[in-house]
């Protein structure tokens, strides 16, 4: 399937605050489709199923992800030692279009992913064009010497909504360069998730 490419708002209005999808947020209040105002938040009838599906969608679509990328993702946590559940997030936190966005190079993560695909991100000297590039900790990344973004990137810096980085990165305003210091730590994810639920989600497959 797929990356999504519909209405942002119609999305949120269904699974709730997308920090990587939109920072816009609806004035409707109850969900999309025509069972949404019979139903109202608080009536809704869900299945445990719908509950995982949900929050699997919500990993989708704040990530920016197709279907079988999540599905490779959740594999290769499920063969690290560890809880499958934060290493699943983990590795989605250290993909370069979100390190991006957790630096405040770009509102959201499908902006900086698209700072990445033309060219205008740096790491390790070195120009990476791949979203989906794994940092590593130690990681420097910086934006390039001629890119043409660099007001684009100041202006977003001011009116970001976030005050500092989250603390597995450290940030250097003036020079526009950011570190990776360690693996991120589930508090500091900012998705409302339940990520056992997605590990339960794909238990059957």
């Known amino acids: 399937m797929s990356r999504y490419r519909g209405p942002k708002l119609r ?25 949404g105002k019979i ?42 030692k560890g809880v499958t559940g934060l290493i699943l997030l983990q590795l989605l936190e250290m993909r370069l279009d979100t390190i991006c966005f957790s630096l405040g190079y770009a509102p959201t993560i499908a902006a900086a992913r698209q700072l990445v695909n033309h060219g205008h991100i740096v790491v390790n000297n070195k120009v990476i064009d791949i979203p989906s590039f794994q940092c590593q900790p130690s990681d420097i990344i910086s934006l390039k010497p001629t890119s043409s973004m ?24 003036e020079k526009l360069e950011g570190s990776v210091k360690n693996y991120c730590a589930r508090s500091e994810v900012l998705l409302d998730l339940n990520e056992l639920l997605v590990v339960e989600y794909y238990s059957r497959r």
Do not use: C, V, W
Request: a positive charge.
């Open 11 to 35: 999305i949120t209005r269904r699974l709730g605050s997308l920090p990587g999808l939109t920072q816009k947020s609806s004035k409707k209040l109850n969900r999309p489709g025509q069972h």
């Open 39 to 80: 139903l109202g938040e608080g009536k809704k009838k869900t299945t445990e199923y719908g509950m995982r599906l949900e929050e699997k969608q919500k990993l989708k679509f704040n990530y920016g992800l197709s279907e079988s990328q999540l599905y490779h993702y959740l594999k290769e946590a499920r063969r690290r």
């Open 150 to 173: 660099k007001k684009i990137i100041e202006n977003n810096l001011k009116t970001t909504n976030f005050i500092a980085p989250p603390t597995h990165l450290t940030f250097d305003k």
